[in-house]
């Protein structure tokens, strides 16, 4: 305790404060024997009038000899302040460490939140070099595995943006990067030299560096890269705490940047089996036109249950081989199924001619595999016979073919057989038929005529709705037809949710006339 009169005059000092304040005595200035802010604090109080705190109770905190302490003031009627001073030192190094901790915390919940929300691998690395140039360190390298000895390299320096460069480099010019990018634990700042850093690490017009870490970035089962952490001469060395903290953050930054790799791994491999899976672009073959259109139940898909293709024949004369079918269920599973199906029609391809046989021996394949689910298929083999295009159809399971004539009469073919997958033996029977030109056959699934919608949303499209709008197609091109029904199919749903959609259309080409030269000889027709 201390006791300062109104005049900033020693008063009294117990025993406990010659040890703390050893030039204080009774009869001393308060001024030569206490630090700046006590006697500031002092005169405020000693001093006459209002004061903007309240006298006593006011706590006041300061350093003394290198320790911080508390001031807890009374004042005395005669004017007088008793100073209680209490040393705080280690609640104030807490208090301090419960500061940064919550700050670092903060900084490591905001890190891992901005670097997952891109699964974006050059935007990870953007984001972590900034954000360790901001935050700890005066520049920061964020280094992704090599390829051989090229490193793609992102910097960034404080307060500007990160720039990505590829850089060959000796991996062991710089110690603990080639471990840091294998995945080992990181060696201690004070190993490495800063002035045997090569040129590529050096940012430009960054200056002398003074301290160096260099920390792996772990993934997942597989390391993510390296961060390297950069400081400037005038800025204070990495202590064995920042070290550590630079380990934290980085183990966040490598798991955003593992799952963005990843994420690109997956997509690109999605999209590739995606491409294979997708129904072909049909055109015309052998003088016989091919129009087909998809579209799968949800649409953020691309693929689903519904699936069709066209093989050319594969020898002269034969008829090219359609394909249409529809799997049980929707969405991937389903597509799995019918990339499963389409590859075994391609190895059965030398036996196009003989339907029956091809959905018999499908049959077994499908029945021999893991998978529970079923099929419905119609084959038809179409070959171009002078102006004519000749069909053969077999149906196992799905809805028959409708044949729109000239006239607009629509037919539904005389085939039908039973489900592919379902039971050891199958049966089905072939029917044919012959397209005169501008005259088409249509092969469709179930995902057209059992869409519901309409003005009350609950009614099928349904066979004969589909057969009206076909009548109505008479003469069309196979382009024109199948748009036409994904149209209507469009207009009748609205927004309601459906089942995959495929309709295939094949088409006798119209004939053209051509005029009689100089009015004698026989006109002409060409496909």
């Given at each position: 305790m201390l006791v300062a009169d109104a005049q900033g005059v020693v008063v009294r000092c117990n025993d406990a404060a010659g040890p703390l304040l050893p030039a204080a005595a009774p009869g001393t200035s308060l001024v030569d024997v206490a630090p700046a802010w006590l006697c500031a604090a002092h005169t405020r109080l000693a001093s006459p009038g209002p004061h903007p705190v309240p006298e006593t109770g006011q706590t006041l905190r300061g350093d003394i000899g290198g320790r911080h302490f508390e001031a807890h003031p009374t004042v005395r009627g005669d004017g007088s302040v008793a100073w209680w001073l209490v040393d705080d030192t280690g609640h104030q190094l807490a208090r301090e460490a419960l500061r940064r901790e919550r700050e670092r915390s903060a900084f490591l919940a905001k890190a891992s939140n901005v670097l997952l929300a891109s699964l974006n691998l050059g935007r990870c690395m953007d984001g972590t070099a900034h954000m360790a140039a901001e935050n700890l360190a005066d520049a920061a390298l964020v280094i992704a595995p090599a390829r051989g000895q090229r490193l793609p390299v992102v910097t960034c320096v404080r307060g500007g943006a990160p720039a990505t460069t590829t850089v060959t480099v000796d991996l062991d010019e710089v110690p603990g990067l080639a471990e840091a990018l294998r995945g080992f634990p990181p060696v201690p700042s004070r190993w490495i030299d800063p002035a045997t850093a090569p040129g590529w690490m050096m940012p430009e017009r960054f200056g002398p560096v003074g301290?160096?870490?260099?920390?792996?970035?772990?993934?997942?089962?597989?390391?993510?890269?390296?961060?390297?952490?950069?400081?400037?001469?005038?800025?204070?060395?990495?202590?064995?705490?920042?070290?550590?903290?630079?380990?934290?953050?980085?183990?966040r930054a490598g798991a955003a940047m593992s799952a963005a790799r990843l994420y690109a791994?997956?997509?690109?491999?999605?999209?590739?089996?995606?491409?294979?899976?997708?129904?072909?672009?049909?055109?015309?073959?052998?003088?016989?036109?091919?129009?087909?259109?998809?579209?799968?139940?949800?649409?953020?898909?691309?693929?689903?249950?519904?699936?069709?293709?066209?093989?050319?024949?594969?020898?002269?004369?034969?008829?090219?081989?359609?394909?249409?079918?529809?799997?049980?269920?929707?969405?991937?599973?389903?597509?799995?199924?019918?990339?499963?199906?389409?590859?075994?029609?391609?190895?059965?391809?030398?036996?196009?001619?003989?339907?029956?046989?091809?959905?018999?021996?499908?049959?077994?394949?499908?029945?021999?595999?893991?998978?529970?689910?079923?099929?419905?298929?119609?084959?038809?083999?179409?070959?171009?016979?002078?102006?004519?295009?000749?069909?053969?159809?077999?149906?196992?399971?799905?809805?028959?073919?409708?044949?729109?004539?000239?006239?607009?009469?629509?037919?539904?073919?005389?085939?039908?057989?039973?489900?592919?997958?379902?039971?050891?033996?199958?049966?089905?029977?072939?029917?044919?038929?012959?397209?005169?030109?501008?005259?088409?056959?249509?092969?469709?699934?179930?995902?057209?005529?059992?869409?519901?919608?309409?003005?009350?949303?609950?009614?099928?499209?349904?066979?004969?709705?589909?057969?009206?709008?076909?009548?109505?197609?008479?003469?069309?091109?196979?382009?024109?037809?199948?748009?036409?029904?994904?149209?209507?199919?469009?207009?009748?749903?609205?927004?309601?949710?459906?089942?995959?959609?495929?309709?295939?259309?094949?088409?006798?080409?119209?004939?053209?006339?051509?005029?009689?030269?100089?009015?004698?000889?026989?006109?002409?027709?060409?496909?």
């Open positions: 301290s160096i870490v260099i920390t792996p970035l772990p993934g997942h089962g597989v390391p993510a890269g390296a961060l390297i952490l950069l400081r400037a001469t005038e800025t204070a060395a990495f202590s064995d705490e920042e070290e550590a903290f630079a380990r934290l953050f980085a183990a791994e997956q997509s690109t491999v999605s999209d590739m089996l995606m491409r294979e899976l997708l129904p072909p672009d049909l055109h015309q073959i052998s003088g016989v036109d091919f129009a087909g259109g998809y579209r799968p139940s949800a649409d953020h898909e691309r693929i689903g249950g519904d699936f069709y293709d066209v093989h050319p024949a594969t020898v002269e004369g034969a008829g090219a081989l359609v394909s249409l079918g529809d799997v049980c269920g929707k969405g991937l599973e389903a597509a799995v199924l019918t990339g499963k199906i389409r590859n075994t029609l391609h190895a059965l391809l030398p036996l196009a001619d003989d339907h029956q046989r091809m959905l018999s021996l499908l049959n077994t394949a499908l029945l021999s595999s893991h998978h529970t689910r079923f099929a419905t298929m119609v084959l038809a083999s179409a070959v171009r016979r002078g102006s004519a295009v000749d069909l053969k159809l077999t149906s196992g399971g799905h809805p028959s073919p409708l044949i729109v004539r000239a006239d607009g009469t629509v037919e539904e073919a005389d085939t039908h057989g039973t489900l592919i997958g379902a039971i050891p033996n199958v049966s089905a029977t072939t029917t044919t038929a012959s397209l005169a030109p501008g005259e088409s056959c249509v092969l469709y699934t179930d995902g057209i005529t059992e869409a519901k919608g309409g003005p009350m949303g609950d009614d099928l499209f349904g066979d004969e709705r589909l057969k009206r709008a076909l009548a109505g197609c008479a003469g069309m091109p196979a382009e024109g037809i199948v748009e036409h029904v994904q149209m209507l199919a469009a207009q009748w749903l609205g927004n309601r949710p459906h089942d995959d959609m495929a309709v295939v259309v094949i088409s006798a080409p119209r004939t053209h006339h051509l005029s009689a030269v100089n009015g004698h000889t026989r006109g002409r027709f060409t496909a």
